[in-house]
Nanobody, 117 residues
């Protein structure tokens, strides 16, 4: 059984920073990609950032470019999302998605990020 667990969310003031973590465990074979997605109330889930297994190919939503950085530790099967210069519009539940080499996707339950003064 595969388990994906996000952590690091919370309440932060505008302009602040947070670092999210995503840990994958269980019977998951070679991980191809890890990514972060978010869903705000009343909106569809959207891609925030993704990173391939080599750690070289990244993809960011235009709204977070220059502010968010995705990274991963393959040995630990963990991905991170460093979020700087946070804005109220970044408020959402952030989800981690892990994709294996068979193109199977596994999702975590999400972690709440609230940006408010």
């Amino acid at each position: 059984q595969v388990r994906v667990v996000e952590s690091g969310g919370g309440l932060v003031q505008p302009g602040g920073s947070l670092r999210l973590s995503c840990a994958a465990s269980g019977n998951i074979f070679s991980i191809y990609a890890m990514g972060w997605y978010r869903q705000a109330p009343g909106k569809e889930r959207e891609m925030v950032a993704t990173l391939d297994s080599g750690g070289e190919t990244t993809n960011y939503a235009d709204s977070v470019k220059g502010r968010f950085t995705i990274s991963r530790d393959n040995a630990k099967k963990t991905a991170y999302l460093q979020m700087n210069s946070l804005k109220p519009e970044d408020t959402a539940v952030y989800y981690c998605r892990v994709t294996n080499i068979y193109n199977e996707n596994y999702w975590g339950r999400g972690t709440q990020v609230t940006v408010s003064s």
